[in-house]
């Protein structure tokens, strides 16, 4: 029930290529839904958040999609470029009792040149 | 967002001895959290630390070998006790409200 299922677990793409990750949960009651990126030797960088009532939040290059009746999200990367080269995650809460972030297994992204 | 420095930033123990880790943040917030990141691999919640009251901690990981304190809004500590090499990995706080995080202490176990 608090798992988030992330896929792939790696993704190349080229220049300019929009990079799609996807997240997979199933406890209905998470009410927040962030991602996170992460390069080597980091802590990890929050990006982009959404909670549940919204089906998509844009944040300049960053898109959430959110799927409420699929219980899925994903983000998109706009026009890429190599400085995205990172490991993202995806991660939800819920709002009451144990509200630590449950993290999705992460996904490697490497933009080419 | 708060902002999270973290200390040491990382470090090279022996097999046996604790090193404790300190979260300093610069706003009072109400949780703060510990997470194990292991080579390569996604984030673990190590235990929750609200102040003023014990840390819960997460299944397969135990005050005796991972004590936390948290004496005020702003501050917390981690200790990892009796390191031995399977310790060896990134640890990093996280606050509630922001769920931002510090930098991370790298440990290595030798």
């Known amino acids: 029930q608090q798992q988030v299922k992330q896929s792939p677990q790696s993704l190349i793409v080229q220049k300019g290529g929009i990079p799609i990750i996807n997240c997979a949960y199933e406890n209905t009651a998470f009410d927040y839904f962030p991602w996170y990126q992460q390069f080597p030797g980091k802590g990890p960088a929050l990006l982009i958040a959404?909670?549940?009532?919204?089906s998509e939040k844009k944040e300049g290059r960053f898109t959430i999609s959110f799927n409420k009746s699929a219980k899925q999200f994903s983000l998109h990367i706009m026009d890429s470029q190599p400085g995205d080269s990172a490991t993202y995650f995806c991660?939800?809460?819920?709002?009451?009792?144990?509200?630590?972030?449950?993290f999705g297994s992460g996904t490697r992204l490497q933009v080419q040149p | 967002s708060a902002v999270i420095s973290q200390k040491p930033s990382r470090d090279i123990c022996q097999r046996g001895t604790s090193l404790t880790i300190q979260c300093q943040v610069d706003?009072?917030?109400?949780?703060m959290f510990w997470y194990r990141q292991q080579p390569g691999q996604s984030l673990t919640l190590i235990a929750t630390?609200?102040?003023?009251?014990?840390?819960?901690?997460e299944s397969g990981f135990v005050i005796d070998k991972f004590p936390i304190s948290r004496p005020n809004l702003t501050f917390s500590t981690l200790t990892v006790s009796n390191m031995s090499p399977e310790d060896s990995s990134i640890y990093l706080c996280?606050?509630?409200?922001?769920?931002?995080f510090g930098s991370g202490t790298r440990l290595t176990v030798v």
């Open positions: 996280s606050v509630d409200p922001g769920y931002t």
């Open positions: 706003s009072q917030v109400t949780m």
């Open positions: 991660a939800a809460k819920v709002d009451t009792g144990r509200r630590a972030l449950t």
């Open positions: 959404i909670r549940p009532d919204v």
């Open positions: 630390a609200n102040q003023g009251s014990e840390a819960t901690y």
